[in-house]
């Protein structure tokens, strides 16, 4: 042991200069080797070397820990995904679970011209390894006067259509289950005192201009799928509304793909059911599918998503 100069105090403190296990339980034997309590004793016998190991373990443990902490609360070094959805909520950008698959075909048929192809019709295909698969389009399209359309079709093992959405009247909240919900294909009308069906659209939280009479609503993400959220009161001391809200005698309807991720992509031969003697020719494979989004994609994209509102960040924003 060093034996400190006469004007030299001895520190009292272990000093960390590394993480490494081995390094830590060494810098803990130094300590130990400056003071008078256990001066004399042999740190590698065995009783002490069980505690230094404990010691060591402990702060191994709780420093990377504080390091895990630290680096998820922020955008650029979380790396769990619960982390950036927390993150990213404030700027108005929700985290989607999975994303459907997308291609686009070109449809022929000796139709009159202007003879549609309803939303929601369904197309068969196979991959290469001839699994089938089922594609939707998402908005009716129409054949010109040479009985041909280009066509968007969408990925989705399961199409829900028209279910009828339960909201909770307090929160103002309905829950949609499941991560293999597709948040670009939801689509949410409600139905007036005529028996017509109007669509609304989604906001963001960042979104300006709302007021009591606007028909829209709001994703949020949690672990096991999405809440939508409608319009409500800013709070009691306040008469401020933001987005209209669902009434109890309200009929809302809901609409939505859930996909197959991943598995969707390089999908071709695709086939028609709406029309007999209809053909097809694909002009893409399906391409785009994802079992979970990109976390790099995420930090660049919505700070991006953010400043999207080509005006400045005012005091109200915040």
């Known amino acids: ?89 404030p700027l108005g950008y929700v985290v989607p679970g999975k994303i459907s698959a997308k291609a686009n075909v070109k449809v022929r048929h000796a139709a009159v011209e202007g003879t549609s192809i309803p939303k929601y019709t369904r197309f068969s295909a196979n991959s290469e390894t001839g699994a089938p698969f089922t594609f939707y389009n998402i908005e009716p399209y129409y054949l010109n006067a040479d009985g041909e359309v280009s066509v968007q079709l969408i990925e989705a093992k399961t199409l829900i259509k028209e279910l009828p959405l339960i909201v909770d009247q307090q929160t103002q909240k309905a829950f949609l289950i499941g991560l293999d919900v597709d948040i670009a294909t939801i689509t949410i009308e409600t139905r007036d005192d005529s028996g017509v069906w109007t669509e609304w659209g989604r906001a963001d939280n960042i979104q300006s201009g709302l007021d009591e009479n606007s028909k829209v609503y709001w994703l949020e993400r949690s672990e096991l799928g999405f809440f939508v959220v409608f319009g409500g009161n800013l709070g009691a001391n306040t008469t401020t509304q933001i987005g209209r809200q669902i009434g109890p005698n309200d009929q809302v309807r809901i609409s939505y793909l859930k996909t197959s991720g991943e598995s969707g992509n390089e999908v071709g031969n695709f086939s028609i059911e709406l029309f007999d003697g209809a053909s097809t020719e694909t002009l893409s494979l399906s391409t785009g599918g994802a079992d979970e989004p990109n976390l790099d994609s995420i930090r660049f994209f919505a700070p991006k998503w953010f400043a999207s509102q080509d005006r400045a960040v005012t005091v109200e924003d915040c």
Do not use: C, W
């Open 1 to 89: 042991m060093t034996t400190p100069l006469p004007n030299q105090s001895i520190d009292p403190n272990v000093q960390l200069g590394s993480l490494d296990f081995n390094e830590i339980k060494e810098s803990i034997i130094e300590h130990l080797k400056t003071q008078d309590t256990l001066k004399d004793y042999d740190y590698a016998g065995s009783a002490l070397q069980v505690l230094l190991d404990v010691l060591a373990y402990n702060t191994l443990y709780y420093g990377h820990y504080s390091n895990m902490i630290a680096n998820e609360m922020f955008l650029d070094s979380a790396q769990r995904i619960e982390s950036l959805i927390s993150l990213v909520k």
